[in-house]
C-alpha cells in the first residue's frame, strides 16, 4: 500500500506570494493533519481534516488554511508568505478520527523556502 | 508552554547496547503516547505507541514504558544498531482535544559501531 505523498518536495517563493501544498493520504485513510517543523518551533500542529471538515485547528494566523476533498486529498494554503514561514510541512493521515485510530503516518513533507 | 519535553537533545550509546530515550508531559489529559523515528529529509516514521490504560508495550527491540504518576515515559532500544541513529519525537494526543498529536523537541541517537 502506497504512503502518504506530498507535492511538491521542493519550494521556494518569495515574500508576499502564496503557496498551495497537496496531500494525498494512505489509501483507505479519511483523516489529514498539517504539521510544521521548523528549528525554533519543533514540530507544530497546524490543522486536521476529516470528511471534508475541519475538526481541529492549532494555533497559527489565519494566513494558513487548508481544505479536504472527497477523495480525501488535501491542499494547504498559505497567503502572503514571511520569511519565518520557511519550514518543512508535513502531512499525516490516519484511518478516521476517534479513540481506536491514534496513529498518524507521516508523508516525507515539503520544504517551503520563503526568500 | 511546552506540554511535552523530551530533556536530552542527544545521546551517543555503543552498537549492541541499550538506548533509553526519556520524555515527560505535564497536560494529565493525554491519553495516548507514541514515538516516532526521523532521519534528515524525510517525515517521521511511526514505532511504536502506548495508551494511557498501559503501563507497558513491547514490539521487537522496542519497549515503551508509561508512569502516568510521574508523567513519564520511556523508549528503550535493544539492542542499538547503526540504522537506529535518527532523531526520536515522543508525541502525545488527548481524546478531548480531538488526538490531535502534540511533540517533544526530539532526541538526537547516534548508535556508534
Known amino acids: 500500500k502506497a504512503g502518504v505523498t506530498q507535492t511538491p518536495r521542493y519550494l521556494i517563493k518569495t515574500r508576499g506570494q502564496q503557496v498551495t501544498l497537496s496531500c494525498s493520504p494512505i489509501?483507505?485513510?479519511?483523516?489529514v493533519s498539517w504539521y510544521q517543523q521548523t528549528p525554533g518551533q519543533g514540530l507544530q500542529f497546524l490543522f486536521e481534516y476529516f470528511s471534508e471538515t475541519q475538526r481541529n485547528k492549532g494555533n497559527f494566523p489565519g494566513r494558513f488554511s487548508g481544505r479536504q476533498f472527497s477523495n480525501s486529498r488535501s491542499e494547504m494554503n498559505v497567503s502572503t508568505l514571511e520569511l519565518g514561514d520557511s519550514a518543512l510541512y508535513l502531512c499525516?493521515?490516519?484511518?478516521?478520527?476517534?479513540?481506536?485510530?491514534?496513529?498518524?503516518?507521516f508523508g516525507p513533507g515539503t520544504r517551503l523556502t520563503v526568500l | 508552554d511546552q506540554q511535552v519535553k523530551q530533556n536530552s537533545p542527544s545521546l551517543s550509546v555503543q552498537e549492541g547496547r541499550i538506548s533509553i530515550l526519556n520524555c515527560d508531559y505535564t497536560?494529565?489529559?493525554?491519553?495516548?503516547f507514541l514515538w516516532y523515528k526521523k532521519y534528515p529529509a524525510e517525515g517521521p516514521t511511526f514505532l511504536i505507541s502506548i495508551s494511557s490504560i498501559k503501563d507497558k508495550n513491547e514490539d521487537g527491540r522496542f519497549t515503551v514504558f508509561l508512569n502516568k504518576s510521574a508523567k513519564h515515559l520511556s523508549l528503550h532500544i535493544v539492542p542499538s544498531q547503526p540504522g537506529d541513529s535518527a532523531v526520536y519525537f515522543c508525541a502525545a494526543s488527548a481524546e478531548a482535544a480531538g488526538n490531535k498529536l502534540t511533540f517533544g523537541g526530539g532526541t538526537r541517537v547516534l548508535v556508534k559501531p
Open positions: 497536560n494529565s489529559m493525554f491519553d495516548y
Open positions: 489509501s483507505g485513510h479519511r483523516s
Open positions: 499525516a493521515s490516519r484511518l478516521g478520527v476517534g479513540p481506536t485510530y491514534n496513529e498518524q503516518f
